[in-house]
């Protein structure tokens, strides 16, 4: 695992499907400005001084909590797990659809 490809929402930027379709760097590397817009959670990241939110004391918070819920881009708790897991100095991750919590 690639410590500089560690989305700030907890998703792995390594493996994501549209980093080599758009020539994206990467959430840290992007610094909240994606190849699909301005990514709040990654500018309040930012805000807060912390390299994801793993390291935030409200986690999950609720704009958070929203994408891990969005019909689209949401996961079944792949991203918490992550965030998780790299705030303790882990170096795995869970790609998106492959966890189920239940």
Not at 73 to 91: I, K, M, S, T, V
Request: with cysteine; glycine share 12%.
């Amino acid at each position: 695992m690639d410590r500089e490809q560690i989305g700030r929402c907890g998703a792995y930027c390594g493996v994501c499907e549209w980093k080599e379709k758009t020539n994206c760097p990467g959430c840290p590397k992007a610094e909240g400005n994606m190849f699909w817009g301005e990514c709040l959670i990654a500018k309040c990241s930012i805000e807060k001084g912390i390299d994801h939110c793993g390291f935030c004391s409200s986690l999950p918070c609720d704009m958070l909590q929203q994408a891990f819920e969005h019909p689209e881009h949401g996961d079944n708790g792949e991203r918490l797990a992550n965030l998780r897991a790299w705030a303790r100095g882990e170096d795995t991750y869970i790609e998106l659809g492959t966890f189920s919590s239940g």
